[in-house]
């Protein structure tokens, strides 16, 4: 089966510009899940969907980080304005449901200058 | 969030087993513990995870304490691709959030 598609693989901007990342999950999996990985850290959960409906989104600094869920399949993190240190991968996983394993595609690469 | 404690590295060699540890001292009875693997340049990938009694599946094997305050994965022939970051992790909750941790380094040696 396919697996979760994301896009694109690498992004650099500047500071202060503002920056979009897509995200394909499975198919019929309800559960996605954005996570947020400075390099030599574990990822970071920033916002959990069921469906179209947010279920966790604690760690999402919501003054400049937004993530949306259209129909409940695809779904977009856009960060406005970018700092420095947002340079990251951002991942992206899908799941069944939320207590079933979770698939990750490979991440965004972001740099932020 | 919930919180476990693994070692920073380990080292194995080729074709030995390995065994990992983890201490999820604050789970409660209802959190499933999984483990997942990072591989460089890469997205974290399943392992396993169960609840209360030891699992087996292609990759590894999970043992849970009995008090289910650790458990331990279990690669039972190391190769060089294993040689990832591994996380354990447990979740609950409405939710079921997946928080990780920073992880085990594995190095398998040839």
């Known amino acids: 089966e396919a697996g979760v598609a994301q896009s694109p693989r690498y992004k650099i901007i500047e500071k202060r510009q503002s920056v979009a990342f897509w995200c394909n999950p499975i198919s019929g999996h309800a559960t996605l899940y954005w996570y947020q990985q400075i390099l030599g850290q574990g990822p970071k959960l920033l916002i959990q969907f069921q469906n179209n409906g947010v279920v966790d989104d604690s760690q999402l600094p919501k003054d400049r980080f937004s993530a949306e869920r259209l129909k409940g399949v695809d779904s977009t993190l856009k960060i406005q304005p970018a700092k420095l240190e947002d340079s990251a991968v951002y991942l992206c996983a899908s799941s069944v449901s939320g207590y079933t394993e979770a698939f990750f595609g490979q991440g965004t690469r972001l740099t932020v200058v | ?110």
């Open chain 2, 1 to 110: 969030d919930a919180k476990t404690t693994q070692p920073n590295s380990m080292e194995s060699n080729e074709e030995e087993p390995v065994h990992l540890p983890c201490n999820h001292s604050t789970i409660s009875g209802t959190d499933y513990i999984h483990w997942y693997r990072q591989l460089p340049s890469q997205g974290p990938e399943y392992v396993i995870h169960g609840l209360t009694s030891n699992v087996n599946n292609r990759m590894a094997s999970l043992a849970i304490a009995e008090d289910r305050k650790s458990s331990t994965l279990i690669l039972h022939r190391a190769t060089l691709r294993d040689a990832a970051v591994y996380y354990c992790i447990y979740s609950g909750g409405s939710n079921y959030k997946l928080t990780f941790g920073k992880g085990t380094l594995l190095t398998v040696n040839p």
